[in-house]
């Protein structure tokens, strides 16, 4: 096999791997069986070293389409099927993802395995609530399918399990009925930090929302956001000025990577501005495509290699509700003195949460960009500290650097996690740089 | 092309194919062994494209059953590709008849086998195209793989008697010949990108040449070039070669 260097989203870390991609789902069988330990890979859209390993079996090839019921909106897909495959299919037919990231260019697999959110959390739950169904090859070799009800330990761990418990083979979710392709979108223009976080509850009837954050402002402008709304678009709202589905909006794409010194305090600062400006009015009303509203980072392709080669991280965390406000706030203002330089910072209310592995909680959280320096690890661990402290913790998929004792002692489950892993899995044979590092297995 | 029968539906070229004649609204019919493993892929084209797909037992090693597997397709297809082949273990072939054995019985009998069968129904009908995957191996003997090379360079003949004979029918004969192409077959084997296809590139490429209705079409066209140096080395050189 040949052997490259692969990474994640974030570009780091970097890892020397083998990759093989099944095409049928008895090469996974084939590969369990040749017995040295890999991980299973999607599309690499994690910001972390969580489908990283020496030995990564891709499922980009394994990726049809088993059953659509358009009536009753429920679908099976092999696991390596992207969401932007789906939803080219489901629609034109008036169906819309469940729950979905701020990206579409990740497999379905990788949705459960991270137990992905996105701006409807608070209402709908995260992605494994969805799920009726996954079909699973466990790495003993055995084929089982598993849900809430049946072989519910199974189901639970492997939502958010990181790929450890197995190759999920088959996801079978139901899906959201639409009636046009648009997002009746509303943002709203906040002075500072207090003020979004309070409107995260007065505005919760909302289907969606999110702030984006401005986290270089300091002072009386200190966490300026703007909180975005939105509701899917009913064919009356559309006043019959457009079709309801609207088609596919080309893509720009960044063709190299940035040479490091292009993103500093000044040009990030500018491109705050801008981006805060751009709403002149306290309130503002308008139609998005789903495309826009849900995606808006996946209009620009690579756009990962602004922050350089050498690569940055996610920092996202989230803080329980009560201590939330608090949290958030002191978090982001050491960030903030950093200067260090985000784009994006998003915050969302989330709501309750089933899954034992998964990262949601109810509560705040915050997800920033910073690009990869020689200081930011360890100032990061002092943060980790006080996620901790606040009763939080860190998304694994966005994970590249955590210490293990953070893991254990702020994830809930995680020793039964380890066990249950260690019974399925007593070979070890599904391994990745992250189960590694976090000591899991 | 309206109904392609694609015969060892279940190698990466063939996958690449069927999705792309599905996205041109061909009704696809595809023939493996074991071919129930294709039922996923049969699902998704038909989900996605809203075409049908037929899935039939094929077995290219045993010739025996050909015919009866031919009469019984309805429809009938108007366009078949013959994509199966078997690389094998070169090192082990040449100390052991039997990889020798299905090797040549993959690459050359089984081919001959249904396309003998194909050809004569086609040539009834006075319509039709045969595509046979064949090689660039089998343009020059080499002693890294000769066996493989052999049964491919007879493939390649056997097409190109094929067309001769058909084309006063107005059947079509395309004969392809990849050179390397990124799938299961060279997993192993580290080969330069410039050199190596992706089985969707390969697929394109295949059905750019039934479109324009080429005799004979190497994949990638660089191949061309290349086969053209090997092929007019004088043997006394050749004979020296690594190769």
């Known amino acids: 096999m040949a052997s490259d260097f692969i990474t994640n989203w974030n570009n780091y870390p970097l890892a020397k791997s083998n990759v093989s991609s099944p095409v049928l789902a008895e090469d996974f069988s084939a590969q369990l069986s040749i017995g040295s330990p890999f991980i299973v890979r999607g599309n690499g859209r994690c910001y972390g070293d969580a489908s990283l390993a020496p030995s990564v079996t891709s499922t980009l090839k394994f990726n049809r389409i088993i059953y659509f019921d358009d009536r009753k909106g429920i679908i099976t897909c092999e696991s390596g099927l992207l969401l932007t495959d789906i939803l080219d299919v489901i629609m034109p037919r008036g169906w819309f993802l469940p729950v979905t990231p701020g990206t579409r260019f990740i497999t379905v697999g990788g949705a459960v395995a991270s137990d992905v959110h996105g701006k409807n959390h608070h209402k709908d739950g995260s992605f494994s609530q969805h799920v009726l169904s996954l079909k699973i090859l466990t790495p003993k070799g055995d084929v089982i399918y598993c849900n809430a009800s049946e072989n519910s330990e199974y189901f639970w761990f492997t939502c958010g399990g990181m790929g450890l418990t197995g190759i999920i083979l088959e996801v079978t979710f139901s899906l959201k009925k639409i009636e046009t392709g648009y997002i009746r979108q509303v943002q709203i223009k906040s002075g500072g930090l207090d003020e979004v976080l309070d409107l995260f509850e007065q505005y919760g009837h909302y289907t969606y929302s999110v702030a984006w954050i401005d986290c270089l402002k300091t002072g009386s402008d200190f966490g300026r956001s703007i909180l975005m709304l939105g509701e899917h678009a009913t064919v009356p709202e559309l006043n019959g000025a457009r079709h309801a589905f609207p088609k596919k909006s080309s893509t720009l794409s960044v063709p190299f990577y940035f040479p490091s010194f292009v993103l500093n305090g000044l040009s990030v600062k500018a491109f705050n501005s801008v981006f805060y400006g751009k709403n002149y009015k306290k309130e503002m009303h308008s139609m998005a495509t789903c495309e826009s509203f849900f995606y808006p980072l996946d209009a620009i392709l690579h756009w990962n290699r602004i922050y350089g080669k050498r690569g940055f991280v996610q920092y996202q965390f989230v803080i329980p509700k009560e201590r939330g406000k608090e949290g958030v706030r002191n978090i982001l203002n050491r960030i903030s003195s950093k200067g260090w330089g985000s784009f994006l910072a998003v915050l969302k209310l989330f709501g309750t949460q089933q899954g034992p592995i998964s990262f949601n909680m109810e509560g705040y959280t915050l997800a920033l960009d910073i690009p990869i320096n020689d200081k930011l690890f360890s100032f990061l661990d002092e943060l980790d500290l006080m996620v901790k402290d606040y009763g939080g913790r860190i998304y694994l998929t966005k994970d590249a650097r955590m210490k293990p004792e953070i893991f254990h002692s702020t994830y809930p489950n995680a020793s039964n996690f380890v066990s249950f892993l260690n019974k399925v899995d007593p070979e070890k044979k599904i391994v990745s740089l992250l189960s590694r590092r976090l000591e899991i297995k | ?243």
């Open chain 2, 1 to 243: 092309m309206k109904t392609v029968l694609i015969l060892g539906a279940s190698s990466e070229v063939a996958l690449a194919l069927a999705n792309q004649l599905a996205a041109k609204s061909c009704e696809l019919i595809l023939a493996a062994r074991n071919s129930d493993r294709l039922a996923a892929v049969k699902s998704d084209l038909a989900i996605r494209f809203g075409i049908n797909v037929t899935l039939a037992e094929f077995d290219a090693l045993r010739p025996d059953t050909h015919k009866n597997f031919y009469e019984s397709l309805e429809p009938k297809p108007d366009t078949a590709i013959c994509v199966f082949g078997y690389l094998g273990d070169h090192t082990k072939a040449m100390v052991d008849w039997q990889e020798s054995a299905t090797i040549v019985m993959s690459n050359y009998v089984g081919a001959v086998s249904i396309l003998n069968v194909i050809a004569n129904d086609f040539e009834n009908r006075k319509e039709g195209m045969i595509v046979g995957i064949s090689s660039v191996a089998g343009e020059r003997g080499r002693q890294s793989n000769y066996v493989y090379g052999s049964a491919k360079a007879g493939f390649t003949a056997y097409l190109s008697g094929l067309r001769n004979r058909l084309f006063k029918s107005g059947v079509r004969v395309i004969t392809v010949k990849p050179g390397f192409m990124k799938t299961r077959m060279l997993a192993g084997m580290k080969t330069s990108a410039f050199l190596t296809a992706q089985p969707e590139r390969a697929a394109a490429l295949i059905i750019r040449a039934m479109q324009r209705k080429k005799d004979v079409v190497y994949v990638l066209p660089v191949w061309k070039w290349i086969m053209l140096i090997i092929r007019n080395i004088p043997e006394f050189t050749f004979k020296k070669l690594k190769l």
